[in-house]
């Protein structure tokens, strides 16, 4: 495990919780989680603004600056290549020794969402007032999605190219990846911070007052069953196959619990399939 902290060093830390190394550096580390490539190196952002890669001994290999600070966590590509959200309003795609490959420039507010890459190179990115865009593999915009009252935190791309995306508005919205809206689940109070899925399937949302939803899907994260965001350290997911979704409304009045066994008090939110549009006859 590694952790950076904003004293500037940069700590390597085994299973059994010993610590095997540290090293020190100039600019603090920000809260961006530090990302590990295929070949063990690290890559973690700093408060000046620096994307850092590491060895995985400790030593530096390179540090590169953009403009604006690094906000969320990079992701990685499955061509090694990163992709990086920057304050200043620009989704910048890294090769792997740094070097900037291409960068997208838009208009929306990030509070601190990471992107999101699929198994084909698209990223998605989740804005506050500018909704829900699409990026290709090449830095072309493919498609953006207003949502009602913003989105605060980053989406969930799950194995069947589902993006489950936290709206600000009282709602947990279920995304294709070619940006079309397959249905939405309403609650009764504001949500904050990322959303989870768990191995079973549960999407699990907290409202900024501690309430947890539990929302049944047939969804499953991508890369393994450790429910964090976009379902594993990599940020990134592969579209397999059209998604079905479909919601199991709880009983309120009992005590429901994850596959980890943890309770959970359900709040019962109700969806909405939309109807397949059908073109008029003639």
């Not at 991508?222 to 409304?249: D, F, H, I, K, Y």
Request: proline share 6%; glycine share 14%; net charge neutral.
């Amino acid at each position: 495990m590694y952790l950076g902290d904003r004293g500037g060093s940069l700590h390597a830390i085994r299973p059994d919780g010993t610590g095997a190394w540290s090293v020190q550096q100039a600019s603090p580390f920000s809260s961006s989680a530090p990302v590990v490539r295929s070949d063990g190196s690290i890559l973690i952002a700093d408060f000046d603004g620096g994307l850092q890669c590491f060895a995985p001994d400790g030593t530096r290999r390179w540090r590169v600056i953009h403009p604006g600070s690094v906000t969320g966590t990079p992701a990685l590509a499955d061509d090694g290549r990163i992709r990086v959200l920057y304050s200043s309003g620009f989704l910048r795609c890294l090769n792997e020794n740094g070097s900037l490959a291409w960068q997208h420039q838009f208009q929306g507010l990030l509070l601190g969402a990471s992107p999101v890459v699929d198994g084909n190179g698209t990223t998605y990115v989740s804005t506050f007032d500018a909704g829900l865009l699409a990026v290709g593999p090449n830095g072309q915009r493919l498609w953006s999605r207003e949502v009602s009252g913003g989105i605060t935190s980053t989406p969930v791309l799950t194995a069947s190219g589902t993006l489950v995306v936290p709206g600000h508005e009282r709602q947990v919205l279920f995304y294709g990846t070619n940006g079309v809206l397959s249905g939405q689940v309403s609650v009764e109070l504001r949500l904050s911070g990322d959303l989870t899925i768990t191995p079973s399937g549960l999407v699990l949302a907290m409202s900024g007052t501690g309430e947890l939803y539990a929302i049944q899907t047939d969804l499953r994260i991508q890369g393994g069953g450790w429910p964090m965001v976009s379902g594993n350290t990599r940020l990134n997911g592969r579209a397999r196959s059209r998604p079905t979704v479909t919601l199991v409304e709880p009983d309120p009045t009992k005590v429901h619990r994850t596959d980890e066994g943890v309770p959970l008090s359900v709040k019962i939110g109700c969806f909405h399939r939309r109807a397949p549009h059908h073109a008029p006859h003639a």
